[in-house]
């Protein structure tokens, strides 16, 4: 088979990667428009959390993608400088918190109260990922394959040229393959505009800090503030510095950059000042829109002649975490082993 990627991201590298590690697969090519790989990812905090998840389906996607993630040398919880036990401390009164996060819990997590802030918590062994360094090591990989041909910096035209395995560029290059992925994160839409049972996808925006601080204990873990809608944890490569998303969310909009509005700013001031000190200091803020599939498997249509198009995108926000367990759903719905 002759597959094309579309979305060099952390889930179409992750996707182009299962499928050139596939008997049944000759050919990837990976399209993005930009002309580095990582997508928006780069520039995130990277990928930190518990092994916890909310449904079944979720459970068995972080499963899949932690042991995937070790395999592949991705996980950096064994080296020093990431070696912690980390802990994810909701901020509820909702009592229900407790059970939902043990009844989830697959691992041998501790149920724990943090002293700082009361809130209850999981503290497990840390699952941390840098998603450029996760880029590196799956570009080197599928260099190393043989199989792979980068086509970065070339945009696709989509919905048209995609409908029959057809990949146009913006260029006017075009090229027939048997089968599509596409990956394109919050761009799905435009790609994908008219494709039936596009409905599942939605985008969602969400806002990013930075802030340095001075906390008198310094934070434990991940605190997760449903009050705000905020989650705020310390950055492992940079001392004394703290990322922060608020997932106040605003859906089904189209990509946009700019500042977060003046409602995330107030949440955000909040939550730094209550557990970063009252010295807190903003040093970036930006606004990002991702992807967010409600429950839903990749999409797949059927294209002309037995072609299949399979769009695979983002869970709840969690696009780096979860990206081996969706790509390999996207591999079984192409019948690639
Ligand atoms: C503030 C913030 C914090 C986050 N924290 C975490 C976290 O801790 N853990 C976690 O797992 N996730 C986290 N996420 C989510 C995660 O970053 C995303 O879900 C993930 O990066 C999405 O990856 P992707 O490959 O689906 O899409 P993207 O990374 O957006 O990649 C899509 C790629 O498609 C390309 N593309 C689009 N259209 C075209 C076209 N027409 N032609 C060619 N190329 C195209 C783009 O250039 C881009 O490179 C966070 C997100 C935000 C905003």
């Known amino acids: 088979m002759r ?17 050139a590690q596939s008997d049944a697969v000759a050919e990837v090519h990976l399209f993005d428009r930009q002309t580095e790989a990582a997508g928006g990812a780069t520039s995130y905090a990277g990928a930190s959390d518990v092994p916890h998840g909310w449904t079944e389906r979720h459970r068995r996607l972080i499963e899949t993608s932690m042991e995937w993630h070790r395999a592949v040398g991705a996980d950096l919880a064994d080296e020093d400088r990431y070696r912690h036990r980390t ?16 009844g989830f819990a697959y691992d041998t997590p501790v149920l724990t109260t943090d002293a700082r802030t009361g809130a209850r918590g999981l503290l497990g062994d840390g699952y941390v990922i840098a998603p450029g360094r996760l880029a590196r090591i799956l570009l080197g990989r599928l260099r190393a394959s043989g199989k792979f041909t980068a086509r970065f910096g070339t945009a696709v035209e989509g919905p048209a040229g995609l409908a029959d395995g057809t990949v146009l560029d913006a260029s006017g290059g075009r090229d027939d393959f048997d089968a599509v992925v596409v990956a394109a994160g919050p761009w799905v839409t435009e790609l994908l505009a008219d494709l039936p049972g596009l409905s599942g996808l939605r985008t969602k925006q969400v806002y990013g800090y930075r802030f340095t601080g001075d906390p008198r204990d310094p934070l434990t873990g991940t605190v997760v503030d449903l009050e705000h809608g905020a989650f705020l944890f310390p950055q492992p490569t940079v001392p004394d510095s703290y990322a922060m998303s608020i997932k106040c969310d605003v859906y089904d909009v189209p990509v946009a950059e700019g500042a977060p509005s003046a409602e995330a700013d107030e949440a955000a001031w909040t939550v730094a000042r209550t ?19 409600d429950g839903s498997i990749p999409l797949v249509a059927d294209l002309s002649g037995g072609r299949r198009l399979v769009c695979v995108s983002g869970t709840h926000g969690s696009g780096i975490r979860l990206a081996p367990g969706l790509a390999r759903e996207a591999c079984d719905l192409l019948g690639v082993a």
């Not at 990627?5 to 499928?19: F, K, P, R, Y």
């Not at 557990?275 to 599939?293: K, M, N, Q, S, W």
């Open 275 to 293: 557990h970063l000190g009252p010295e807190a200091r903003l040093t970036a803020r930006r606004i990002f829109v991702d992807t967010y599939t």
């Open 87 to 102: 802990g994810t401390f909701w901020r509820s009164d909702d009592e229900r918190s407790d059970a939902r996060i043990l």
């Open 3 to 19: 597959i094309a990627v579309i979305g060099a991201g952390a889930v179409g590298l992750t996707v182009a990667d299962m499928l």
